[in-house]
């Protein structure tokens, strides 16, 4: 596989995309952070999303091979309008069912991608996805214990799981978006294409989402798909994010 | 103090596979298997872990050397011994020792009520003169699994920031205490 400008370009783009989801779903599910429905789960929900963190200094590790772009400044002083993330992560973390749900929805779809990554022509990322993977298979397995549990579990439990589907599921659509260049890299062997991943993602959710006592909404028409279009809450999340970095530019950690 | 949370769960946890299990403490869980991740999440975060167990905590019959002195015909209780055998796992703690006060998994004994199984283990687990015995019946054990050890445990060795020994705060408190003329 040789690494053509134009597949190079469209590799830093869809490696940028990734690590903007994980790390913007990451500072979104830290602020549960001591506020877990339960000691337990705070632990836990903690736990993954600190790996999610780590996934993205891995994906921005990648991109910094290819265009040089150091990880910190990407994360601490880009503003909304450059960040690639989909509008689902950068959602305010709502109820307890909400967060536990994007976070399933968000595990299944890097589960479903994965696979493709960790066979890929371009060896850094087969690399990466080899050690995401045993953490994602963990997650998986926390998220839809809770979310067959919640959703077969209550009147109000299985109310709230219904709300934050129908909330979230035109949302994690954009997931899987095509982004420009995508078909390059899928024709290279470098990436899944976008269509397959979804395909799969779609059939596992669909079977466990109906298992869990839950209805897959009609609507599956994401806002948007254009990674450049957030929603207000961005500005907020990176204003309380990027804060202490942007006092002292040139401070050393 | 009542406990309106989920039921109990004890945690046992095996650093290496010829190390016993050893009771590292308790989670709350609306079932096994939550009680399982949940252990794993909240004591299964350092790099030493090849196994962990999770039994609910009333399940746990126990004995102190201590109970049996005050009340010397507490196994005269027993019930009618009806049916047939099951195995039980036995726990003991033998140290006040500061590294060694883990109740651990000392062996089997097969009963059928979990008087004369604690009899039993009394009998049988003498070695280091135990003072506290736990027993439970093996099916009341969760174990995870060993394809379970590459998603659960394996990560945590990338994870060395999770160590105090990673962070050189003893030094630091110390330098700003004596700064600030603090003893």
Partial sequence: MILTPERQQALADYLLALADDELILAHRNSEWTGHGPILEEDIAFTNIALDEMGHAKIWYGLVHKLTGDDPDRLVFFRDAADYRNVQMVELPKGDWAFSLLRQYLFDTAETARLPYLAQSSYPPIAAAAAKIRPEEIYHLRHTQSWVKRLGLGTDESNRRMQNGLNDLWPYAQQMFAPLPGEDLLAAAGIVGAGTAVHAAWLNVVTQHLTDSGLQIPANDQPPTNGRANHTSHLDALLADMQLVARLDPKAKW | ?183
């Avoid at chain 2, 196994?51 to 109970?67: G, H």
């Fill in chain 2, 1 to 183: 103090m009542n406990d309106t949370q989920w039921p109990r769960y004890e945690v046992f946890q095996q650093d290496k596979p010829d190390k016993p299990h050893r009771n590292i403490g308790t989670v709350h869980a609306p079932d096994a298997e939550m009680a399982l991740q949940n252990a794993r999440d909240v004591y299964g975060r350092r790099p030493e872990n090849y196994n962990l167990w999770v039994v609910p905590s009333e399940q746990i019959f126990s004995k102190t050397a201590e109970e049996m002195t005050l009340d010397p015909g507490w196994a005269n209780e027993t019930v009618p011994e009806e049916g047939t055998a099951v195995p039980f796992a036995v726990f003991t703690k033998s140290s006040y020792r500061r590294a060694m006060t883990h109740v651990q998994y000392v062996g089997e004994v097969a009963a059928k009520t979990a008087v004369s199984a604690m009899q039993k283990a009394i009998a049988t687990y003498t070695e280091g003169d135990p003072f506290i015995w736990w027993i439970c019946p093996l099916y009341a054990i969760t174990r995870t699994q060993e394809n379970d050890i590459e998603s659960m445990f394996a990560p945590a060795h990338d994870k060395l920031y999770r160590l105090p020994n990673q962070y050189r705060t003893v030094a630091a408190m110390r330098k700003i205490k004596r700064e600030s003329g603090e003893q």
